[in-house]
């Protein structure tokens, strides 16, 4: 993207919404150059349209559809029209616990990113901490990626590490790790608005922009 414009932003979300108030703070200070445009989530009431209404951000909740891992063809549309009459810039998940495909993903090339709870490629997929936990590594972290057409395996924007220690539960992980994707997301977004990264292939290059 391009530098001096102040962007659009939608976040989608399914949770608590920490991630979406770090982003928000980060706008609102100037460290991302973008306002909040609207907030969606698939869940009735979830917190993170709570959060986004105490701060004055549009926040919307659109059903799902009919099944349980993804937006039905219905609901897809939907999303689609809702940001696209938001004009928004950048699609930013938050925790949104569906997956999105097909025209969701052709209607917003390369302006769909997600956080991810751990260092891809290890442990794509649901409670990465808790796999991290099981699986004895010693250091893990967060991952901003794009989304592509699978499951956490688009190109890799940034990632922050995160130590794991003896006697970490999968709660006290998990919020180590969130409290990095807190530093890492909003500047990931920053440098992505800014023109600094850019896409090569299955990965991405940074470049500063002065
Ligand atoms: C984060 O840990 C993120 O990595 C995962 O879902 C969680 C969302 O938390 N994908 P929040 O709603 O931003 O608090």
Not at 55 to 67: L, V
Not at 134 to 147: A, E, L, N, S, W
Not at 177 to 204: H, K, N, S
Request: glycine letters at 10%; hydrophobic letters at 45%.
């Amino acid at each position: 993207m391009s530098e001096g414009k102040k962007f659009k932003l939608a976040i989608l979300g399914s949770g608590h919404g920490s991630n979406m108030a770090a982003i928000a703070e980060a706008c609102r200070t100037g460290q991302v150059p973008a306002e909040m445009a609207i907030v969606i989530s698939d869940v009735e009431g979830a917190g993170i349209l709570t959060r986004a209404g105490e701060r004055g951000i549009r926040a919307e909740h659109i059903a799902p559809g009919k099944f349980r891992t993804k937006l039905d063809e219905a609901a897809e549309q939907t999303y689609i029209a809702a940001l696209q009459q938001a004009r928004v810039d950048l699609i930013v998940l938050a925790g949104f616990m569906r997956i999105l495909k097909g025209d969701f993903l052709r209607a917003f090339p390369e302006r769909v990113v997600n956080i991810h709870p751990a260092l891809l490629p290890s442990f794509p997929g649901l409670e990465a901490w808790k796999q991290a936990l099981d699986y004895g590594v010693k250091v893990t972290g967060c991952t901003v990626h794009f989304v592509d057409q699978g499951i956490d395996t688009g190109p890799i924007l940034g990632q922050q590490t995160v130590p794991v220690l003896d006697d970490d539960s999968p709660a006290t992980l998990h919020e180590r790790i969130q409290q990095a994707e807190r530093d890492l997301y909003p500047a990931m977004i920053a440098a992505l608005l800014r023109g600094e990264i850019q896409v090569r292939g299955r990965t991405t290059v940074r470049r500063r922009v002065n």
